[in-house]
């Protein structure tokens, strides 16, 4: 876990940097933080920032899905207004730290922890399912006063990190950990539906969630937006409005003013670059608006793709990436981890997920291969490293 820390005494004032594994140490970076003490760098290189607007709480740098580096600064209102929406939704009680905190749903646990007053449990070494159930057992503890009642428990994973407890759950402790969490959060990438079935089956309560670093993390729980956020949709984009939106992109006012936007009521809108649908109050997430390919001049959206294959038992673990193709110009490839796929041919799973594919989406858009990988490359926030795929799947042709 890093924590880089900024005093603002003035603008262009001298900084000072703080990195620690400890807990104590960077739950008080972020109380500062939120106190308008200090401005935290998270995810950030040494000296990687400009002059910090005033009532900057955190600048925190990602990719997003696009690959593109951006630092968005998030205010302490914006981060309080996540934070007191998901208590609203899930509850509140005592975190497990179990994502690197340079990325937002890492640093919401900590901005939780902080509002709930308590202190998080932290996964120090690495994510396994054996140091998860370590982690979670001590923390269940009667709550003080309370007649016995059990503290309750939450936590934020990827759904790769839920594969591994559900592939480890025939162990009694892995289980019981499993279901010690009042609430599962999951979010960084689609959770495919045989993952969720299972998780459900062992009694494990997950909750979907979307979002990003310009949303302040998750403001969408199982498709319905929290209590302060507001979603639609504009020309097929998903649009969301709420306490928790970003101020920008440090150093970049035009990227901010394309995507922040004001309507016509001067309502402030994040454009998310997500094609998707609202309806009734339920928001359906269709992928990302850039990545689509162009195969035989007809728009594909990998996302959309990968969603439906992720549902074709032996695929949850599948990866879509687009490649070039003499004859269409691009095509789909699906790349998947061995194992469950193993227990059928590979021809056979291919044929399964194109299927799948054409009853959905149409011909057009079924996948033209599958490669097998001893393991899915993975970036440190647990999702797929889909340009290291999208490399090995255009080698391996």
Not at 254 to 265: G, K, N, P, Y
């Amino acid at each position: 876990m890093t924590l880089e820390s900024r005093k603002l005494l003035h603008s262009g004032a001298p900084t000072s940097n703080l990195s620690d594994s400890n807990a104590e140490v960077s739950i008080a970076a972020v109380r500062a933080a939120l106190d308008g003490e200090t401005v935290l760098r998270v995810g950030m290189l040494g000296d990687e920032t400009g002059d910090v607007p005033e009532g900057t709480a955190v600048v925190i740098a990602t990719s997003g899905s696009t690959g593109i580096p951006k630092h968005v600064m998030l205010s302490a209102e914006a981060l309080r207004a996540s934070a007191e929406a998901t208590a609203t939704r899930i509850g509140s009680g005592r975190w497990l730290l179990a994502l690197p905190s340079g990325y937002v749903a890492g640093l919401q646990v900590l901005v939780r922890s902080v509002l709930a007053g308590t202190e998080p449990a932290v996964l120090e070494d690495g994510f396994s399912a054996r140091a998860f159930a370590e982690a979670t057992l001590p923390m269940l503890r009667p709550v003080s006063g309370s007649g016995g009642e059990l503290e309750r428990l939450y936590t934020s994973l990827v759904p790769a990190q839920i594969a591994t407890l559900l592939d480890a759950a025939d162990d009694p402790t892995v289980l019981a950990a499993l279901q010690a969490y009042t609430a599962i959060l999951v979010g960084g990438q689609a959770l495919p539906e045989p993952v969720r079935e299972r998780a459900a089956e062992l009694g494990a309560r997950l909750v979907r969630t979307y979002g990003s670093s310009e949303t302040s993390g998750g403001c969408v729980y199982d498709g319905t937006p929290l209590e302060t956020v507001a979603a639609r949709t504009v020309d097929g984009e998903l649009w969301i409005a709420g306490p928790m939106i970003a101020d920008g992109y440090l150093g970049d006012p035009e990227l901010t003013e394309r995507t922040f936007v004001r309507d016509e009521h001067g309502i402030r809108w994040y454009r998310t670059g997500d094609l998707g649908i609202v309806e009734d109050g339920v928001v359906r997430v269709q992928g990302r608006a850039d990545n689509v390919i162009v195969s035989g001049g007809i728009n594909i959206s990998l996302d959309r793709v990968e969603r439906i294959v992720r549902d074709v038992p032996g695929l949850a673990a599948a990866v879509v990436v687009g490649v070039d193709d003499e004859r269409w110009g691009e095509a789909s490839v699906i790349v998947v981890p061995r194992g469950e796929t193993l227990r059928r041919s590979e021809s056979d799973q291919l044929e399964s997920a194109r299927e799948a594919v054409a009853a959905e989406l149409g011909k057009p858009a079924r996948p033209a291969r599958l490669i097998l990988v001893d393991e899915i490359p993975v970036l440190a926030s647990g999702k797929p490293d889909r340009e290291s795929i999208r490399r090995m799947a255009a080698e391996l042709r």
